[in-house]
């Protein structure tokens, strides 16, 4: 086995038998059970964005205004040069 893991495994033994048999001081135990919950509980889903209405961006203090754009046309196509 890896030294690296093998320590590794060591040192989370070490800490359960020190949180099971109440040996670990109150707030190492309690960081250790929320690392244990989390990892139990795999990653959690990104946040989603949701799209805030005018109302509610206004209620925040933020004002939004829409602005209309003028549509262009596009110049004409010149011809193409006529070499000789």
């Known amino acids: 086995m890896l030294p ?6 060591a040192l989370e033994a070490v800490n359960r038998t020190a949180v099971g048999s109440g040996a670990a001081e109150e707030d ?14 795999g990653p959690q889903p990104a946040a989603s ?5 005018d109302a509610a961006l206004g209620s925040m203090g933020i004002g939004r205004r829409r602005v209309r754009v003028a549509k262009r046309e596009a110049p004409p196509a010149e011809p193409p040069a006529q070499v000789d």
């Open 4 to 9: 690296r893991l093998a320590a590794e495994e």
């Open 28 to 41: 190492d135990a309690r960081r250790a059970l929320g690392a244990w919950e989390k990892d139990a509980n």
């Open 49 to 53: 964005r949701t799209q805030l209405s």
